[in-house]
Structures are given as structure tokens and as C-alpha cells.
């Protein structure tokens, strides 16, 4: 199984950035997917999931309203369109796939089965 993320980079305050993982080796429908992000000093921390079944979302209060995840099962690939970026949110984004893991525990990261390399973002201000 292999999680790839990308399309982190370096933004201003406000700006906007959209981070793609693409999955392999897993079958992506019957899989939840996160993203997390951990910052210098900080513990991982949730960001968004979305359901196996229902593609319904979730998100952290930190980014509600900013963030949309989103997943496309066709092509087996999760997306996470960040806006209104804020220097609090640069970090190393993770996107993870837990099996058909229930809503209740997709917040948290000891609950998923894989994690992909990380992809920095860094917004200035």
C-alpha cells in the first residue's frame, strides 16, 4: 500500500493551496481518508476526513469553513483545497487511509492503517 501526497509549497497569508494524495495497492472505496498535519514541536494533529461510505465530511474547527476534503473513488486519489491560509497552518501534511473506519473515530490518528510521506506547507505573513 502506498499513499503519495503532493502539492504542498509556500504561500502567503490568505492564499490558497490543494494537496492531492494518490493511492495504490488498497481498495481506495473501502477506505475513510485523513489528513493530519504536525508542526515543529507539535504533536500530529487532525485536520479533515472523509467517509468510506457516505463521503461525508469532517473537519477541525481550526479549518472549517477554509478547508474542503473531498475524494474522487474512480481515481483513487483524496484532495484537500486549503484557503484563506493563515501562518498557523504551516505544518507537514499527512493524508492516511483507515478501513472502513467509523465517523466517531476518523479524528484520530492512531486509528488509521496507512500514512503517506508528508508534504510541507508553509504560509507567510
Known amino acids: 500500500v502506498q499513499l503519495q501526497a503532493s502539492g504542498g509549497g509556500l504561500v502567503q497569508a490568505g492564499g490558497s493551496l490543494r494537496l492531492s494524495c494518490a493511492t495504490s495497492?488498497?481498495?481506495?472505496?473501502?477506505?475513510?481518508m485523513g489528513w493530519f498535519r504536525q508542526a515543529p514541536g507539535k504533536e500530529r494533529e487532525f485536520v479533515a476526513a472523509?467517509?468510506?461510505?457516505?463521503?461525508?465530511?469532517y473537519y477541525a474547527d481550526s479549518v472549517k469553513g477554509r478547508f474542503t476534503i473531498s475524494r474522487d473513488n474512480a481515481k483513487n486519489m483524496v484532495t484537500l483545497q486549503m484557503s484563506s491560509l493563515k501562518p498557523e497552518d504551516t505544518a507537514v501534511y499527512y493524508c492516511?487511509?483507515?478501513?472502513?473506519?467509523?465517523?466517531?473515530?476518523?479524528?484520530?490518528?492512531?486509528?488509521?492503517?496507512?500514512w503517506g510521506q508528508g508534504t510541507q506547507v508553509t504560509v507567510s505573513s
Open positions: 472523509i467517509s468510506w461510505s457516505s463521503t461525508t465530511p
Open positions: 492516511a487511509a483507515a478501513y472502513r473506519l467509523s465517523r466517531y473515530y476518523q479524528g484520530s490518528p492512531g486509528s488509521y492503517d496507512y
Open positions: 495497492g488498497l481498495t481506495f472505496r473501502n477506505y475513510a
